[in-house]
C-alpha cells in the first residue's frame, strides 16, 4: 500500500472513530459533519471526498457494525457446535455483550438514539447474521424460521433496550442471568 493510500485510508478510519466519539459524547442527534471535521482539523471537503456525507458515514459504521458482529456471533457458535440450544443462548449473550461494548455503533446499526440510517446498502451484512441465527433455529424447530426469528429478535432487541438504560449496579450480570433464562424458557416453547 502506498504512503497516500495508507494515509486515506487511516484518515477513514479516523472520520469512523471520530463520529462513533462525538455520538459517545453528544449524543447522535449532535453528530455532524462539520463536528467531525473539526476534531480532525480538517476541511468538511475531506469527510466529502472520502464518504459524501454523514449519511455514508452512517452506512459505513452500520456495516462495519454488522460485520463485528457477525464475527461476534460466530465466536458464540463455536462454543458449543453440537448444542443448537446452548448456541442460541450463547448468541444472544454476545448480541447483548455487543450492545454493552459498541452502544453507539449499535444504535445506529438499529437506528436507536436518534440516529436514522434506513439503507439498503448494508443488507448483505445484516443478513449474515440473520443466516447464522436461522441456521440454529432451524435445528430447533419445524416453524417457519423467518417468524421465529423475527420473535427471536423482538425478544433479545428488548432485553438489549432494558440493560441499555439500566445503570444500577450489577445490572450487567441481573441482564445476562435474564437472557439466558428467556432463551431457555423461548427454545422450550418452540
Not at 51 to 75: M, S, T
Not at 95 to 112: D, G, I, K, R, T
Request: aromatic share 8%.
Amino acid at each position: 500500500m502506498s504512503r497516500k493510500a495508507a494515509y486515506q485510508e487511516s484518515l477513514k478510519q479516523d472520520i469512523l472513530r471520530q463520529t462513533l466519539a462525538i455520538a459517545g459524547e453528544e449524543g447522535w442527534p449532535n453528530v455532524s459533519t462539520r463536528k467531525i471535521a473539526d476534531r480532525l482539523q480538517t476541511s468538511t471537503t475531506a469527510i466529502y471526498h472520502y464518504f459524501g456525507g454523514k449519511e455514508a458515514i452512517l452506512i459505513e459504521l452500520q456495516r462495519d457494525g454488522f460485520r463485528r458482529l457477525h464475527d461476534v456471533q460466530a465466536a458464540a457458535l463455536a462454543i458449543h457446535p453440537d448444542d443448537p440450544e446452548q448456541q442460541l443462548v450463547d448468541v444472544s449473550l454476545a448480541v447483548l455483550q455487543f450492545a454493552y461494548e459498541y452502544p453507539e455503533l449499535y444504535a445506529v446499526m438499529f437506528s436507536l438514539d436518534g440516529v436514522s440510517c434506513h439503507s439498503n446498502d448494508a443488507v448483505e451484512e445484516m443478513a449474515a447474521t440473520g443466516d447464522m441465527l436461522k441456521a440454529i433455529l432451524a435445528k430447533l424447530t419445524k416453524q417457519d424460521v423467518h417468524s421465529v426469528l423475527a420473535h427471536w429478535g423482538a425478544t433479545i432487541q428488548g432485553f438489549v433496550a432494558m440493560a441499555r438504560n439500566e445503570s444500577s449496579p450489577g445490572a450487567d450480570e441481573r441482564f445476562k442471568q435474564y437472557v439466558t433464562e428467556s432463551m431457555q424458557r423461548f427454545v422450550k416453547g418452540l
